[in-house]
């Protein structure tokens, strides 16, 4: 099952009064997994950041007017998401409103809302009446989000991918079966051993006495189901 986690920094609040992308980070899993590929850009929005917007991400237009427009990128964009792949965003429906507004801008159509996974509505849920913001959810599990000083949207996503496997139980550390792993990447299956400590068979001899005792034990027993497979 192919997942991708999406977050967006933008000029303002609001496309429908000229605010812009900014930038696109998007961190891919394969069931529940992250497999190693992302999609990041940095987008020119083709107007003025305003400062409480740069006081957010960081991300000036003197900065931003070297990158590619969002009509450039586009199709880069819509190929990584792919047409059937769930998209895993905190607060969707904000991201979803820009990411909308600017492809139909191009002639794509609108991404269908069943693909959307709300991390945001996950967490109130789960979490009713507690702060469910990425900040506060990283604190709840333990994902060490020291490198946030301001917003990013790769940075983001790759946190956002952290606190949904919590949000969906967690990983069962420790539970591993098979001593070897495969790990998939966009061109390779690398197989990975996982180092297992070497504990020496152990002998359980049985006396005489117990030997006794499950034979009396089988004697007792009235037609065994065993006897039904001979």
Known sequence: MREIVLDTETTGMDPEDGDKLVEIGCIELENHMPTGRTYHQYINPEREVPAEAVAVHGLTYERLKKEPTFGEVVGDFLDFI???????????????KFINAEIKTYGFASVDPKRVIDTLDMARKKFPGSPANLDALCRRFNIDNSNRTLHGALLDSELLAEVYLELLGGRQRGLEIDPVQAVKTEEVEVTVKKDRPFRKPRNFP????????????MDDLNDPIWNKLN
């Open 82 to 96: 792919g047409s059937d792949a769930k998209l895993v965003i905190h607060n969707a429906a904000f991201d979803m």
């Open 206 to 217: 049985v006396s005489e006495e117990e030997m006794s005792a499950h034979q009396d034990m």
